[in-house]
Structure formats: C-alpha cells, structure tokens
C-alpha cells in the first residue's frame, strides 16, 4: 500500500466515529420530530440503548430508507468523477492532487447532505401521514394486545422502543403510551 492509499484510509477510520456520532444525532432528531408530530416527547420515553441504536432500527425498518442512503452516494460518486474526467480532457492534462481531494471532500459533503435529508425527510413524512391518519381515523387495527390484567384490544402500533409502544386503539384519535 503506497502513503496516499495509507493516509486515505487512516483519515477514513479516523472519521468513522464522527460518522456514527452524526447518524445518531440525525436519529434522535428524525425520531423527535416523527413522535413530536403524532403529540410524543419521545426524548422522555427513550433509553440510552434506544439511542445508540437509532441508526441501525432505522436502516432496518424499510427497504427503501438504507437503498437511498447507500445508492445516492454511490451515484454522486461516479457523477463527480465523470464531471472531473470532463473537466480534466477539456484542460488537456491529468488531474492534480487538488482536484482528487475536491472531488472527495465534495463526495463527504453531498453523502452528508443526502443521508440528512433522509433522516429528516422520513421523519417528517412518516410522522406526517401518521398524524393524518390518527386524525382522521383511517387507522385499522392490525395487533392485538393483552394486558396482565386479562384485557385485550385491537390497535394499530404506530412506534415502539425498547420499553414502551406506541399505538392508536380502533376508534380513537389520540396515541396511547403503554410500556412492554
């Protein structure tokens, strides 16, 4: 391995904590704004293990969320590359140093930018047309749950975590906190 692949790598290990810290503040955020706008400060129902488990429960809760986070960036990737070869072949010489560190601090910020909008934009939507839904009372039950006290009711689960669920009972129009 020549130095650049060495330094390359070493700057890509060092920014890995840095990473995961961001994904897990755009969690906190995406999931404070989904559970604000259904009327849940989830904040005081969450743990810490919720917390640093964010990220990974929110790559996992549809297919849809982890293709934009990974595709996206790998797109704008080869789309800043072949915007530098165009660049470069109208200049009519290689590409110096300092276009590869444009293009790769260019690529951070745009996959920054890209799993930002993700995070916010799930939240939003998501919390969106689930407090539509709540309000208009679209819901239908799809769970049931028994109480220890032998009660059962059909409700349709809209969050839960790793101590409390979140549901909607057939016929209301409000969210229920109950804790697992």
Known sequence: MNEQETSTLRTLVDALPL???YLLLLGIVSDS???GLIGINIISYSTILDVLLGPVVHLTESLMFPIAIILMPVLMYFYLKLVIKITT???KNSPDLMVKF???RTWM???AIVIFSAFIGFGLGGGYVTKEK???GEFTSSTRISFMDGKAVDVKVVGNNSTYIFYVEEGNRFVTVSPI
């Open 19 to 21: 990473g995961y810290l």
């Open 33 to 35: 704004i989904f559970y």
């Open 89 to 91: 072949r109208k200049k």
């Open 102 to 104: 444009s293009l790769n």
């Open 109 to 111: 910020i745009m996959t």
């Open 134 to 136: 709540i309000k208009q």
